[in-house]
Every structure is written in structure tokens, then in C-alpha cells.
């Protein structure tokens, strides 16, 4: 009863925000590029087929990184993994894979694939690996500024082990750090006050796609992270000017409300 | 005073020391001093390193227990080439596993150790592998599997590794519980596998001291060949039996970690089966 009286002035305090706050579960990410930097796409997957619109792979030449377009696909599973889940929460979003060079050590490769991302105005980045080089930090930094500035919104994986953290999702507030929680809904995520990492979402037997056309049950928060960034896409879809401050805006407030309903006994909406 | 020369009597401790028989200095072959010192180092390393493969290998199978898993293992970096070893194993295949070596960026193992991320994966189209490089090479099946990273000062060193569990498939996934358990374990691991990794850093340096030993060429070690000149060797037996034996250990050991173990196991057993034949006393001779 008093939530409703208070809905008006809620309106009115959330102006511009309130249309993609009612309206965001209806939508499914259309026309909204989510680049996926990670292990690859299996773009041929079933589950995946026509939403991988492109696919590129870092290489290194005279010295320099490099892309080109990419034709190997995935042979780990983990990007292709992330993609599904994206896929599922937001089935229209565009995905765009950003292929890593592999092998330890390789912290220059992971900035250049993310500072391309970047460049290449990707609206939504899903960032499920990390790196722990503190090497790294200050141009990890820069990049993460700079994605900031241009309106990219950054989401990325936290680790599961504390006190060893995994950089981008602990060095700075301009991006969303996620976390895994066992639920069932897609769509169920809540927010982490005075804490690093700042949302959880489902991230625990999570069934997606994996290379070769099967599907596999997947743990860890690398899978937590995709679920946001869907979320993400389907809340530019309703707006696509809104900035990474608003999205957290919006983030925060969706998360107040699943918290209430589920307090309330009620499931939140199925998209 | 004796008129003998070079001969003193009296009380004096010069005269007694006169008196001693003059001891012949051991004229050691300078390949030979190289080769004792290489081989002596070569046990000290094998001491440094052995308690921490056993201690490795406990917990191992503590933490496999824990999370009712048939197999686990752990996977460190191979220095030379950049691929991923099998440092320890556990579980039916324990043995395949440790001969294998993963390419540079390939598999699960390898994208938890360049990301530092752990991951839980359960195979739920039953297809009958999805883990493809170890499993051909092993010819095992893996069903679902959890890996997280063995971290040292925020560095990755290694990946703690579980697969399928005890019984039969289908199997149930490693839930978000075990992951936080098999972190924990890594926590406990990590140190052992990097104090081991730092014993074989120093192994390396010896075994390049012994190979410049063992290509030394000259004149005194007869062109270099070691069991040359080990036969040919001016000295007891017993002593030139010993360094036969102790370059025939090396050998059989430098081999890999299984060898040597076996080594270590065979010679144990003789030792102990000595030992009872001469507290049994009934004059005979093991080797009889």
C-alpha cells in the first residue's frame, strides 16, 4: 500500500530512469554489442548460431599486437560457456568475441584485447578472466578510465579466493564486479553494500553452451558475470545513451527490488 | 741420539710423531673429486625434495576425500617449454598423468592457471569426453571436473585439479561448497608445491654441473667417457663399485620421479632384508 503511494515521487526522482527501470525485462539486448574477451566463441554452436557477429584474435608482430579475424573457434570452453549465458539473458544482444593469446605470463595481450574492445565502442564488455600481475595496474587503470569516459560498461569476474585478488574486478569502482550465488533464475541478482564486489548473480551449475554443440553445467563467477552483462544489454536496449553511473543506478535499484520480492515470497518476473 | 738419519728417539712429541707411519695422500682423480661432490649434492636435493612429493601427496588424497572425488592432481608449469606437467597424481590414471604434458594455453588446467580463476564443470549431455587432450591420452573419461589456482603472493604457481567422484556415472557436480573447500586446499598445497618447484630449480643447476663434469676432457678422464674410466679406475674395488653403482642410480633416476621412487623403494628393501638376514646370523650371506 505504501509502496504504491510512494511510486509517483519515485517517478519523478528517477525521471530518466524510470522508463528502462519498468520496462527492462521485457527486453532482450537487441542491437546491443557485448564484446566477450576470453578463450574464443564457438560461433557454429546451435545455441549461439547468428548472434556471434564477429570474432577476432590477437596476434603479435614486429613487436606489436595485432588482430584479425578469427576462424579457430574455441578450445577451452570458457568463452564459449560465457557467451551461452549471455545469450540466454539477452538472446538478441550482438556478441563479439575478442579471442586471447594464450600462455602465462601474457598480461600485455589481455590489456590490448581490452583497450580494443574498447576502441571498437562496444557498449558492453564481459570480462569473466583476470590477470594478477600488479604490473599491470597502472595501464589497467588507464583503460578501465578511458571505457568509463566513453560510456563502455565493464563487467567483470571477482575471485573466489581472498586476499589473492583478480585484477580488473577489485581495482576500481568504473566497473561491475560480480559474484556467484546458487539460484535458478537468470534474472535473480542483489547487490553487496561495503563490500569489494559490488552484485551477485547466478553463477552455480549454470547449463550452457560448450564447443562442439553440447552443453555443460558450469561453477564460478566467471559464469555470474555473463548474467549481468546480459542484464546490462537488456537495460541499454531500453536506452542507449544511458551512462555507466546510471546503469549502476539502475543495477542497484533492480537489486533493492528482487530483494523485496523474494522477502515478500515472491519470484522475481521471468523475462 | 740415533745416528739414523732422519731418525730422533726420545719422549719429545715430534719423536712420536717421527715414529707414526707416514700416511700416503690420496692422490684423487680431479673427475673423480667432481663426480663425488655432483652425486653427494644430487642426494641432498633428492632429500629436499622427496618429503615434499609425499607431503604434496597426502594431502592430496585428504583433500580428494574431502570432496568425495576419485582423482585429483596437481599441475605446475614446465620451465623449459611453457606447457603444464603433472607434478602429482592421484587416482587410476595417476600414472599416465604424470608423463603427460600440457601444450602452452591449452585446456582447463591451463586457462585456471593463466586467469587465476577457479571453475566447476559438469558434462550433462553425457557425451563421452569433453576434456579431450588428457583423456586420449590416458583413455579416461572426464565427467565433471573442478580446478582452481595454487596462488603464492598473489602469483600463480600451479592448479589443484579434481575429476568425476568415487563410484560410478553418472556424476554429481562439484558444488559451490566444494569450490570453496578446494580452495582451501589449494591454500595448503601452494607452499609445498613451491618449495618443490625451488628444490627442482636447484636439481637443474647440479644436473648442468654434473653434465660439464661428465664432458670433461681431459687427458685424465680418458676422453670423457665415465664408465671407461671407471674400469679402468686404479682403486679398491669396493670404491670403484660404488661409483658404478651411484652413476647407475643417477641414471635410473634422472629418469623421472617414478623411477626414482622405485629406486628408492627396491634399495629399502634390501637394505631391510639385510639387515633381518644379519640379526637371523645363520652365516650365510644375502648374496650367497
Redesign the interface.
Known sequence: MVEVNREPEAAEFFADLWPVFTSWRSKTGRGVRVAVID?GIDAEHPGLKARVKSSVEIFQQDGKYNFRPSTVGD????GT?CAGIIAQVAPDAELHSVKM????G?HEPYLACLDYAVRQNMQVINL?????A?AMYKQLHDILHRAYRRGCIIVA?A???PN???YPSVLTSSLISVV???CTDPLDFGFLPRQVYELVARG??V?TT?P?G??????????ATPHVAGIVARLLEADPNLQPFQIKTLLYAIARQNEKRLAAGAAPDQR | MNKRKGVRTGNSGTDRAAKRPRRREPTEHPFEKRLRAVVSTVDVIDTLSAPLVLSINNLLSVAAASLNCGEASVIVRNDNDGSLRFLCAIGEVAHELLRIRIPPGKGIAGFVFETGQPMAIADVSRESSFYAGVDKATGHSTQTLLATPLLVDGQTIGVLEFVNRLGWPPYQPFTADEMDRAADFAAAIAPLVAAHERAGLLESLFGRAMAHALADESPQADGGDLRQWLDELRAAPEHRDLLLLAVLLRDVAGRGGAERELCRGVLETLATFIKHGADADDGHTFLS
Open positions: 578463450s578450445d577451452v570452453g570458457h560457456a593469446m594464450r600462455g602465462y601474457m569473466s578472466v583476470g590477470a594478477t600488479k569476474a575471485s573466489n579466493i589473492d585478488p583478480v556467484k550465488k546458487e552455480v551449475n547449463e560448450w562442439g553440447g552443453y555443460r553445467q558450469v561453477t564460478g563467477n566467471s559464469f
